[in-house]
């Protein structure tokens, strides 16, 4: 893409990216200090569920933020190119916080291993994470104390967090702080490039927002996936789940006889529980896919750099065993079967749409296969063309589940389509996988000439992230909301928004008709920026007109803060140097999803 001539505004792009992100910090905030706050109180918050939480609960994320800042940009002066550590570093503790809290919301915080409470141990030990890393990397810069101890202040912070969950969950407790740990040198083994870490047999390179949020992300899967297991097994809901269904669960042995004698029990257990089993498969998917991200970040080649084939089969079969020990303890391999086949064969809708789908699929691979080859397009509109096909499969499951059409979000089509998306994504994780751990292959070079043809300069390390980026982009708010006890239906469609939407306007309207750079030194345009922003609210209404409910439907937010916050996400990839595909729809999934929470419309006002 040409550099546009003239720039608007006398910024770099990463300055531009650094404001958008303080100015969603100081709401986000402001947001979160509103809902535990509502009366304005000076000297506690409270939480929805009763109990007594200081201010240093909501100062912890100005504090996280802070610091990330000023790593950020000795990070980048040391490496010489934009790493984004400040972006990926908002976005995870805004994400974690906006989930936490409106968890909190709907009153089912109250147990530690509930819905709410897994949410907020999930958030205490991203926080924990985070600012672990902070320090980390303020002392290898050897940046000034007073910043080290802002680090280590927001460190004791998250442990003042982890204190309140103690008497509830202990084990938790016990495993947290290695976890925080491993997940920051996983995050430093993910972004290490071969030159930097000889002995790491070649690393990722990903950049240190990349590394740090996939990381985080991965981890935070895997304890998401042991604290159910916990929930269920060890009696610590009572004899309930973490979903809405608090009745006794049958013994093991029942259950098993159940499964493997009486198949028509547990079909009719699967009707009946579909929507948890859905949960489970989901939790499955997410997990097998993040076990194959650890292996990869911490050997990305066979042993003793050979490839081996077999060594690719048991490191994948590994990670399987520990998916299906998940599902095994948690409904049972046949009741995952039963479950995932009511869900996508035994509704007509969803039957109707999982066809469309894979014949969707089936006629845009070659097409678009056929148009790189005959490089009758640009790099640019092929990546965004994979874009559309993307958000029609996403927008018809958000219609067919609509408001207007099934009251609350009940139906089934979106939680087919959450969990076909995990399944898509171990199938790219496994191809990445087995891509990186056969180098010097054919079947190595097939893939990586096939991934290759759909990227272009920031994902030039040795991990392809353009193909993977897209799918956690989009699907990424869907399954965050999976474990949450009530969906919001605004902040689920943050992102078809982002990457749907406003991504491909403002890429083809700025490549056709731009001509004024939004920054210096920027190829994002005033024009693709504009298209992108208006387009979005545009494309929101029209969906609230065709029966989407996604204007109307907004409680908390007004639709003039759901426009300020879509201009701000589109603000944010016109800025952002990194994979906008990946953190612009978390971005606005957690703006939107602060902005629905109670008492936040206060702040329109």
Same mark, same amino acid.
């Given at each position: 893409?040409s ?12 300055s ?8 969603? @910090? #100081?709401?986000?905030i402001?947001? /979160?200090?509103? +809902? ?11 939480? &929805? ?13 100005a504090n ?21 550590? !400040? ?17 909190? *919301? ?10 709410g409470?897994?949410?907020?141990? =999930? ?17 290898a810069? $050897? ?14 912070? *998250? ?30 083994? #993910?972004?290490?490039?071969? *030159? ?8 990722l ?17 895997? /304890? ?27 013994? =093991? ?7 493997? +004698?009486s &198949? ?26 993040s076990?194959l ?82 490089? #009758? ?8 063309? !994979? ?6 499969? +996403? ?11 099934q ?8 939680p ?31 893939l990586?000439k096939?991934?290759?043809? +759909? ?7 040795? !991990? ?6 897209? %799918? =956690?982009?989009?699907?990424a708010?869907?399954? %965050? ?18 990457v ?10 700025? $490549? ?9 030194g920027?190829? $994002? ?6 298209? @992108? %922003? ?8 029209a ?5 989407g ?25 016109? !800025?952002?140097?990194? /994979? ?26």
């Open positions: 893409m550099r546009p001539r003239r720039a608007l505004l006398p910024l770099s792009p990463t531009g990216e650094g404001i958008v992100c303080l100015c969603a @910090a #100081a709401y986000a402001a947001s /979160l200090h509103s +809902f535990y706050n509502p009366q304005r109180s000076s000297s506690a918050l409270r939480w &929805p569920s009763g109990g007594d939480v200081d201010i240093v609960e909501v100062s912890s994320m996280v933020v802070g610091c990330s800042l000023a790593i950020q940009l000795a990070l980048d002066r040391r490496e010489g190119s934009p790493q984004g550590h !400040f972006l990926g570093s908002f976005v995870l503790v805004a994400v974690a916080a906006a989930a936490t809290a409106w968890a909190e *919301s709907t009153g089912d915080g109250g147990g530690c291993c509930g819905a409470g897994i949410h907020r141990v =999930l958030g205490t030990f991203v926080r924990l994470s985070v600012a672990g890393t902070n320090l980390k990397r303020a002392r810069l $050897k940046l000034s104390m007073p910043l080290q101890g802002g680090c280590l202040i927001c460190v004791s912070q *998250s442990l003042g967090h982890m204190l309140r969950l103690q008497d509830q969950q202990t084990w938790f407790v016990t495993i947290a702080i290695p976890l925080a740990h491993f997940c920051s040198e996983l995050a430093s083994l #993910a972004g290490s490039p071969p *030159s930097v870490n000889a002995d790491h047999q070649g690393g390179s990903l950049s240190h927002a990349d590394a740090l949020l996939l990381s985080n992300g991965a981890v935070s899967v895997v /304890l998401w996936c042991l604290m159910d297991w916990n929930a269920r097994w060890l009696g610590l809901l009572g004899g309930g789940s973490t979903d809405s269904h608090h009745h006794r669960r049958p013994s =093991l042995m029942s259950r098993l006889w159940a499964w493997l +004698f &198949p028509e029990v547990a079909e009719a257990e699967a009707a009946r529980d579909a929507a948890r089993k859905e949960w489970v498969l989901v939790r499955a998917a997410l997990l097998f896919a076990l991200f650890i292996s990869l970040a911490m050997r990305p080649r066979s042993l003793g750099g050979r490839p081996s084939a077999g060594g690719v089969v048991a490191s994948a079969s590994i990670c399987l065993l520990g998916t299906l020990l998940y599902v095994a303890g948690t409904e049972g391999i046949a009741g995952g079967i039963l479950g995932a086949r009511h869900l996508l064969l035994f509704d007509e809708t969803n039957a109707s749409l999982l066809v469309a789908w894979l014949g969707a699929v089936a006629c845009t691979i070659p097409v678009l296969l056929a148009l790189a080859r005959s490089k #009758a397009v640009s790099n640019i509109v092929l990546r965004k063309l !994979f874009h559309v096909p993307a958000l029609a499969v +996403f927008a018809s499951a958000f219609l067919a589940d609509s408001p207007g059409r009251g609350e979000v009940g139906g089934r089509a979106v087919m389509l959450r969990l076909c998306s995990a399944g898509v994504l171990c199938v790219l994780m496994l191809c990445e996988f087995a891509r990186l751990r056969l180098q010097g292959t054919g079947v190595a070079s097939a990586t096939f991934f290759r043809t +759909f990227t272009d300069d920031r994902d030039s390390g040795g !991990f392809i992230l353009s193909h993977l980026s897209l %799918i =956690l982009g989009l699907a708010p869907i399954w %965050i909301d999976a474990g949450l006890p009530r969906s919001n239906w605004p902040p689920l469609c943050s992102g078809m928004l982002a749907g939407v406003a991504d491909v306007l403002g890429a083809l309207v700025g $490549k056709a008709v731009g001509s004024v750079a939004i920054c210096e920027s190829t $994002k345009t005033l024009e693709g920026t504009c298209a @992108a %922003i208006s387009g979005t609210v545009a494309c929101a209404l969906w609230d007109r065709a029966g409910g996604l204007v109307s439907r907004q409680g908390e937010l007004g639709f003039g803060t759901f426009a300020l916050l879509c201009s701000s996400a589109c603000l944010l990839e016109a !800025f952002t140097l990194q /994979l906008d595909n990946l953190y612009v729809p978390l971005y606005l999934y957690a703006v939107l999803l602060l902005g629905t929470l109670p008492g936040a419309a206060a702040l329109a006002a």
